[in-house]
């Protein structure tokens, strides 16, 4: 009797394991499904990646060009910022290190942008508006994306249908955004556009990519007029850098005199310019030495 009891009981505890088993198989299918079904509900058939380097060159090597025409581009051209399906997003990037980067909408940090963008893709989706169907990664073609992601990749063979098809697509975009009978701004920006973005569409000669440059300085300004300083004003910041170097007996560089001023071509020079003070001489004649505090402020550097 007990031994039948014994089994019974065994086989009882043997039928419980083997139901929270399946369950447990029968639950985790259910989540992968479920999973599956959010990913595709979400799937955006936009690359961000590609977006971003689209605009990036947009905003690196025409933009400067468009503010500096004070030009309005129309929301009807394809490479208006309200055509980009990601700009909202990517202006909720907050980048506060090289590992930290904050969702602008939550607040939420991650240590990398892809995380970020991951998060964007699962937390914020339905603020894209994927209806329009707007997507700047189809314009890489014509803007070579592929140049400024891979700049360091080798050289793919010529493709001369694939350079065609982007070099109609670059016309059309410089037909349909700087139309040449909106006026003069516009004709000099169609003009521009073609040598900038459109000449490179070919397989002959050598390819050329973006040879207007037109890239922002660290400050975001366009760089065509980040070099306005006056000498004067430079003149200033050398004879400061200088004094500094006299202050605590190093050699000073020659590169403080020749930044921004070509014309002076040797040390005598240099210092005819700066005669004014006295220190600017004194400065340059002295030897190399480990850097050391001045006796006026022992110990402070």
């Not at 043997?14 to 447990?24: D, E, P, R």
């Not at 556009?193 to 440059?213: I, V």
């Not at 007996?249 to 070509?262: E, R, Y």
Request: charged letters at 25%; glycine letters at 4%; hydrophobic letters at 30%.
């Amino acid at each position: 009797m007990k031994k039948a009891t014994a089994t019974t009981l065994l086989l009882l505890l043997i039928s419980n394991f083997l139901q929270q088993t399946l369950s447990k198989e029968f639950g985790e299918h259910a989540d992968e499904r479920t999973i599956k079904q959010e990913n595709h509900a979400h799937e955006v058939h936009c690359s961000r990646e590609r977006s971003r380097a689209a605009w990036q060159v947009i905003d690196e090597y025409l933009m400067p060009f468009v503010e500096r025409e004070k030009y309005q581009i129309s929301r009807k051209c394809r490479l208006h910022p309200d055509n980009d399906l990601f700009r909202d997003q990517e202006q909720h990037k907050v980048h506060l290190d090289i590992t930290e980067w904050k969702c602008g909408y939550c607040k939420k940090s991650f240590r990398a942008e892809k995380y970020l963008d991951q998060h964007f893709d699962s937390r914020h989706y339905n603020l894209l508006n994927v209806s329009d169907g707007k997507c700047l990664a189809d314009l890489c073609g014509a803007l070579h994306c592929d140049f400024v992601i891979n700049s360091k990749s080798p050289k793919t063979k010529c493709n001369p249908a694939a350079v065609a098809k982007n070099r109609h697509l670059c016309e059309s975009l410089a037909d349909n955004c700087f139309p040449i009978n909106q006026g003069p701004s516009a004709s000099r920006l169609h003009e521009l556009f073609l040598r900038q973005f459109c000449d490179a569409h070919t397989c002959s000669g050598k390819r050329k990519y973006f040879p207007k440059g037109g890239q922002r300085n660290e400050a975001g300004n366009p760089r065509a007029e980040a070099n306005t300083q006056s000498w004067p004003e430079d003149k200033t910041i050398v004879i400061q850098s200088t004094l500094f170097c006299s202050d605590y007996k190093v050699v000073c560089s020659f590169l403080f005199a020749k930044q921004g001023h070509p014309e002076i071509s040797n040390e005598d020079e240099y210092v005819s310019k700066s005669s004014s003070t006295s220190q600017f001489a004194d400065s340059l004649s002295l030897v190399n030495s480990p850097i050391r505090p001045s006796r006026e402020e022992p110990g402070n550097l």
